[in-house]
Nanobody, 126 residues
Framework: QVQLVESGGGLVLAGGSLRLSCAAS????????MGWFRQAPGKEREFVAA???????????YYADSVKGRFTISRDNAKNTVYLQMNSLKPEDTAVYYC????????????????WGQGTRVTVSS
């Protein structure tokens, strides 16, 4: 069982930055693929970014086209934490952001993740 707790959301002006954190419980954090998803009001949850487990060949990252070049996902296995650095924020980035953990190689879909956090709200004002 993995428990995930997100933090770092808030209100920011367009063009600003935020860093989201997701703290995970458990001793096998490094073996999980970690993802960030978001859900805007009235919309379906969508993929934002993912980072693979820390395997022999290292970690790989994946991004939605809408955030590529602006967001960066990273992980610190010693702290059982995954981060989402969000720069050049736009009003359309406004959403509740969710952290997720999974073990299958299906990074861009919610079905690839077994554990979810409660979410942290990000509001970007213009």
């Amino acid at each position: 069982q993995v428990q995930l707790v997100e933090s770092g959301g808030g209100l920011v002006l367009a063009g600003g930055s935020l860093r989201l954190s997701c703290a995970a419980s458990g001793r096998t954090f490094s073996s999980y693929n970690m993802g960030w998803f978001r859900q805007a009001p009235g919309k379906e949850r969508e993929f934002v970014a993912a980072i693979t487990w820390s395997g022999w060949s290292g970690e790989y990252t994946y991004y939605a086209d809408s955030v590529k070049g602006r967001f960066t996902i990273s992980r610190d296995n010693a702290k059982n934490t995954v981060y989402l650095q969000m720069n050049s924020l736009k009003p359309e980035d406004t959403a509740v952001y969710y952290c997720a953990a999974g073990t299958v190689s299906y990074y861009r879909g919610a079905a690839g993740y077994d554990y979810w956090g409660q979410g942290t709200r990000v509001t970007v004002s213009s």
